[in-house]
């Protein structure tokens, strides 16, 4: 039953206040869900993982997305599953307010990981929203929402990476359809995925950023292959994709014809958003008093070095809780996420190296070798994983190139595909 059924008043939700939405946010949770305890670190009990990003086996990813996607119905069926989404697709069409209030209040209850909706809700279906087709929006909106499907980015490839607007994935019409062929890298999620928002080039005679456009390609069509790819600390998270002469219907582009560049930049400015700001900085931030435990167990308390490096960190995670609650100030009163993000996802990936850093001068030769010691080893993770931070996203030297420029008004970088007088090259594909 939709949530507004069961209201008895006859308001529109979107008449209701912050205070009433917190109630009927609470209620529903309190229904719902288990208030999580309140967490303290105490050395030797419990887990001592601090991995990024969970790695789990296939069978239990399974199980994890199944509990995900049943939470995901029922909160969407209860109306808190898209609160600022259009109320003709399914959403609330409440203000960005009461989503971030939302996210405050669920992060209080123990509820199944939600990690396989990021990129497929705050990257894909955002896209869809803007660039889609009304009958693709009504296809696929509420269906990604609901947790019913997922979707994943397809952008990066082996040659075009920072500089996506070089992908070479090929689209060729043939009447009301495309046939596509290439190779997409570092997928994301792509094993699980229903959809994949596909960057491809349908121009290859103009300049770079001119000949690209956006589809939604359904990954169970014949000829797209995923192939995993194994990571440093073990998962999988990632995938190789592959489309042998997939063929996507028009309806299913998202943008015009050779204006996919301008869908792009909407997907990576979310992208962007989802990385920088929210949970994410709550969780790193919650490693600090694991740190001060793990400083004492090895008797570097009283260590002057130590204690000034892990003062730095504690510091550091504080300058980044502010700027991520400013940046979230501007979405909070209704403005699009900006370049500004950039900032606090930088923020991010510079606390997570310097964690890395300081983890693995004081624990030493610990965090390479497994001596079963409670709290030490487990950090290796960490420091492996933590290298994705710094590229997921836009590499930290591009996110200082988009600082620079954009945010803070330098000159632009030279562009080496650029001849003298200022013409892009074009881009051969596949
Ligand atoms: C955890 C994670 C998840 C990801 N998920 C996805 C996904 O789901 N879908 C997807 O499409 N992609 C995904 N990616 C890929 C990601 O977007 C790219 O890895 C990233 O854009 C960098 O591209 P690249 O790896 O090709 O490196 P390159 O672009 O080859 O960069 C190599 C190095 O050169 C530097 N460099 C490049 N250009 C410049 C410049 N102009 N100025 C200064 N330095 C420069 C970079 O900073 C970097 O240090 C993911 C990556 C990670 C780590």
């Not at 790695?55 to 069926?77: G, H, N, Q, T």
């Not at 997928?187 to 995925?193: F, I, Q, R, T, W």
């Not at 042998?244 to 792009?264: Q, Y």
């Amino acid at each position: 039953m939709r949530y507004e059924d069961e209201r008895t008043d006859g308001r529109k939700m979107a008449e209701i206040t912050l205070d009433e939405f917190h109630e009927e946010a609470s209620a529903f949770l309190d229904a719902h869900a288990r208030r999580r305890s309140e967490e303290r670190f105490v050395w030797g009990e419990g887990s001592d993982a601090v991995d990024l990003f969970k790695e789990v086996s296939p069978e239990e990813e399974e199980a994890e997305l199944e509990a995900a996607r049943e939470w995901r119905a029922v909160k969407f069926d209860q109306g808190f599953g898209w609160i600022t989404g259009p109320e003709e697709y399914g959403g609330r069409g409440l203000p960005r307010a009461f989503e971030w209030h939302w996210q405050t209040l669920e992060a209080a209850y123990d509820v199944p990981d939600q990690r396989f909706f990021g990129i497929s809700l705050g990257m894909v279906a955002p896209t869809i929203l803007a660039h889609g087709i009304p009958e693709v929006r009504q296809r696929y909106l509420r269906r990604l929402h609901r947790g019913e499907m997922v979707g994943c980015q397809l952008f990066s490839e082996p040659d075009a990476g920072s500089d996506v607007a070089n992908a070479k994935t090929r689209a060729v019409r043939d009447g009301d359809e495309w046939v596509v062929t290439g190779q997409k890298v570092w997928s994301s999620g792509a094993h699980y995925s229903d959809i994949g928002e596909v960057l491809t080039r349908t121009d290859p005679e103009v300049p770079k950023h001119q000949g690209l456009t956006m589809f939604l390609v359904d990954m169970a069509a014949p000829g797209v292959e995923v192939r995993p790819l194994r990571q440093l600390t073990g998962g999988a998270h990632f995938n190789e994709v592959f489309f042998h002469e997939v063929r996507i219907p028009d309806s299913h582009r998202l943008g015009e014809v050779n204006a996919g560049w301008k869908t792009a930049i909407t997907t990576l400015m979310n992208e962007r958003a989802s990385i920088g700001a929210g949970g994410v900085v709550d969780i790193k931030l919650a490693n600090i008093p694991q740190l001060v435990e793990t400083v004492r167990h090895l008797g570097l308390a009283r260590d002057p070095v130590t204690r000034q490096g892990l003062a730095d960190l504690v510091v550091k995670a504080r300058v980044l809780d502010y700027t991520n609650q400013r940046a979230l100030a501007r979405v909070r009163s209704g403005q699009a996420p900006g370049p500004e993000l950039s900032i606090t996802k930088q923020a991010l990936s510079d606390l997570m190296t310097s964690t890395a850093s300081f983890v693995a001068t004081v624990l030493g030769p610990r965090v390479a070798a497994d001596t079963g010691e409670w709290g030490t080893y487990a950090w290796a993770k960490f420091v492996l994983g933590m290298a994705s931070m710094r590229i997921a996203g836009g590499t930290e030297e591009i996110m200082k190139n988009i600082v620079g420029e954009r945010v803070l008004g330098l000159p632009k970088e030279p562009e080496a595909d650029r001849d003298r007088a200022g013409r892009r090259a074009p881009v051969p594909t596949v």
